[in-house]
């Protein structure tokens, strides 16, 4: 096996100075000095918090074999076993380009309003049951994240699966014509950082610019299930796209998704294509999860995996922390059921993961939910935050907390009577929150990120684990 890269490659291909360097493997590539192994690339970028030349000498004491530096920071500090560049982040995005210019992996970029980076786990683990698969980690899907994830892509990668993400119009361009995909899929188009956008039309323009990346002769993957198809196909063949796969619960969708069944843990859905029939067994709930697994399914389809394998793969993937993860925890006759949807929220997530309540049965408590303030709204989170007023109530839920100054709308949508608690900030409502919860109860906590609702998933699991 090859290395990730070698000394003069990285050189070659970011223009660099190098500095007392040696040459040799690069092992991996690394911007966290903390997560440095042995013989890897270290490069300093210069954050909105932190500066990753501060961190140079930690990453190359921990092992490192080189580290890209900015010329200022050279200039001013010295040092060996260093590649000296203008800008380390234009280094990275170089050495990235040359990551894609190299491989002959099929590549997949994914992006949407919500599902993201579930729908790009779901291809990856379909496509890694056929072969050798890098996928980006985590959400890795903006300005730094996607260059990192496509540089770090190993030579003898067969399938490629990249997270696009966005809050901005024109942020998508740049890393889709890094990414330069030969399959692009849309999961959704959703009210989501409508503080930077004047609609959701903007937004679903915004979205349409990963079509800008695609390869010659590439395919794009639509979900249907959203109000704003039409934005995407008139994007779609302004652009000259000439295939284009169509999936949801929608009847006129090629690929089309019936009605699912939960039984436990699990989800059962049948997805039509034609004569063909594709029983989904997954081992997570709700309706949006069967769409994100039949986005993988036709990624599957178009990357020629046996449909087989694929419903295999598809029935082996699991929620993620943060991302609709369910614990039970404590006794196992009557646990506390935890729904942790903590990592991110927008109005469509929510409902989604609303109607995943609404389907649970605690097993023997009441429903409880926590929901946390959906940020980046601009002046429609107002009348957005109180829409979800009728999801709350079909959900069944008993016991109502709410966190945040914005979720202040929804608290006064619901009234008083119905509303257990409500603060502007976790701190100040967790013990209360905590305090009113008792095994055999399912819990659902939703918010997003800012609002650091995972602190209470960690203090739940605390006192009410270990999992059952």
């Not at 000394?7 to 493997?25: D, M, N």
């Amino acid at each position: 096996m090859h290395p990730l890269w070698t000394v003069a490659e990285v050189v070659a291909a970011t223009g660099g100075r190098p500095e007392v360097l040696s040459v040799g493997a690069v092992s991996s590539i690394s911007i966290d000095s903390r997560e440095i192994d042995y013989g890897a690339l270290f490069i300093a970028i210069k954050g909105d918090k932190l500066d990753g030349h501060d961190f140079v000498r930690a990453a190359l004491a921990a092992g490192a074999a080189c580290a890209i530096v900015s010329t200022v920071w050279f200039a001013a500090n010295g040092g060996e076993r260093l590649i000296v560049v203008p800008d380390p982040l234009e280094a990275l995005r170089a050495l990235a380009q040359a990551s894609r210019a190299r491989s002959q992996a099929l590549i997949v970029a994914v992006t949407g309003s919500a599902g993201k980076t579930t729908t790009k786990d779901a291809i990856r683990t379909v496509l890694a049951a056929a072969g050798p698969t890098h996928a980006s980690i985590k959400s890795f899907n903006n300005h730094w994240g996607v260059p990192l994830m496509l540089a770090r892509m190993p030579r003898e990668t067969t399938f490629g699966v990249f997270e696009i993400g966005m809050n901005h119009a024109g942020e998508i361009t740049p890393l889709t014509q890094l990414v330069r995909p030969h399959v692009a899929v849309i999961t959704t188009i959703a009210a989501a950082h409508l503080e930077f956008f004047r609609s959701v039309t903007e937004i679903a323009d915004a979205k349409a610019e990963i079509f800008l990346g695609l390869e010659e002769g590439g395919a794009v993957v639509l979900n249907t299930d959203h109000d704003y198809l039409h934005v995407l196909f008139a994007r779609a063949r302004e652009r000259k796209v000439e295939h284009v796969v169509t999936y949801g619960y929608d009847e006129e969708a090629e690929w089309r998704i019936g009605q699912p069944e939960t039984a436990g843990p699990r989800t059962f859905a049948r997805v039509e294509h034609g004569p063909e029939a594709f029983d989904l067994n997954l081992g997570v709930r709700g309706r949006h999860m069967v769409a994100n697994a039949t986005a993988a399914l036709v990624v599957g389809r178009l990357a020629g995996v046996d449909r087989y394998v694929a419903l295999k793969a598809l029935g082996e993937i699991g929620a993620t922390e943060g991302r609709g993860e369910i614990s039970r925890l404590g006794p196992s006759d009557k646990p506390l059921v935890l729904i942790d949807e903590s990592y991110n929220a927008n109005p469509a997530s929510m409902n989604a993961t609303l109607d995943v309540l609404a389907n649970t049965s605690p097993p023997g408590g009441r429903k409880v939910i926590v929901l946390g303030d959906m940020l980046e709204l601009g002046p429609q989170g107002v009348e957005l935050h109180r829409s979800l007023k009728d999801a709350v109530l079909r959900s069944g839920a008993t016991r109502i907390f709410l966190v945040g100054p914005v979720m202040e709308n929804l608290a006064e949508a619901l009234g008083e009577e119905r509303v257990a608690g409500h603060s502007k900030y976790i701190d100040s409502i967790l013990e209360t929150i905590l305090s009113g919860l008792a095994y055999g109860d399912a819990v659902m906590v939703k918010g997003s990120k800012g609002v650091r609702l995972a602190l209470l998933v960690e203090k739940i699991k605390e006192r009410f684990g270990p999992v059952a």
